[in-house]
């Protein structure tokens, strides 16, 4: 018997997923055998990298989730204080995962940035907050939930595209967990891929990395799967 984290598995099933399998957010251009990363939004955030060696790929794991969050504009620099205020240290986690997307939204309330309806506010007393944040931005276009997918969506891209480039990842970046497939609007909205390649000097290079969702909810048990077939 072996044990593998999640991440690891579903990283080794990026290679064998179909065409139907993934949502394309930038064709860019595939480099065979490059390095591929994998970010996933969830209960938590996992990362993960696969490096070509030895005829296959090799998944790194990684703890990348509990790294210092960077804001990058104004608006972030204050959600980062507000977090920083109730929780010290400010990790990726507490804003890219179902309950950072929480905290987002608190943060947005709280800040007198956005009004809370009272049809919402009884949803949230009671229904599983982070799918009723999302269906009410999807759904009903309810402001401070557009507001706040859009906030998480800009981290997130952001996010990616520094583990592009911390992996030279030509392989392109993959997008799992359980949230993208669900918030793919606001992945296809320019606000994700901009903050994707706003890198400076390395804009031109991060445009010409392929990043997909992964839609196919058993990644995780493919990648098992595939692991234990070639002995890895």
Not at 69 to 86: G, I, R
Request: glycine residues 10%; contains cysteine.
């Amino acid at each position: 018997v072996s044990l593998y984290n999640d991440l690891v598995t579903t990283a080794m099933a990026i290679p064998l997923l179909r065409r139907s399998e993934v949502v394309t957010i930038n064709a860019g251009r595939v480099r065979p055998k490059g390095n591929v990363a994998l970010v996933a939004p969830g209960t938590g955030l996992g990362q993960a990298t696969l490096i070509y060696y030895n005829g296959h790929y090799v998944p790194m794991p990684s703890e990348g989730g509990h790294c210092d969050f960077a804001p990058t504009s104004n608006d972030q620099a204050e959600l980062w204080q507000y977090l920083h205020e109730k929780y010290g240290h400010v990790s990726l986690e507490r804003l890219l995962s179902g309950p950072g997307m929480i905290n987002i939204y608190s943060w947005l309330k709280d800040a007198g940035k956005y009004n809370e309806p009272k049809w919402l506010s009884e949803k949230l007393s009671t229904d599983d907050r982070a799918k009723a944040i999302t269906e009410a931005a999807l759904s009903r276009g309810t402001p401070i939930c557009k507001a706040t997918l859009r906030l998480f969506a800009s981290i997130l891209g952001s996010v990616c595209g520094n583990l592009a480039l911390i992996t030279m990842a030509s392989g392109g970046v993959y997008l799992g967990g359980g949230i993208p497939p669900k918030i793919l609007p606001f992945l296809q909205d320019p606000t994700f891929f901009e903050a994707f390649t706003e890198k400076g000097r390395f804009k031109q290079l991060l445009s010409s990395i392929p990043v997909k969702v992964i839609t196919n909810q058993n990644a995780s048990l493919l990648g098992a799967a595939h692991m234990a077939f070639i002995g890895l």
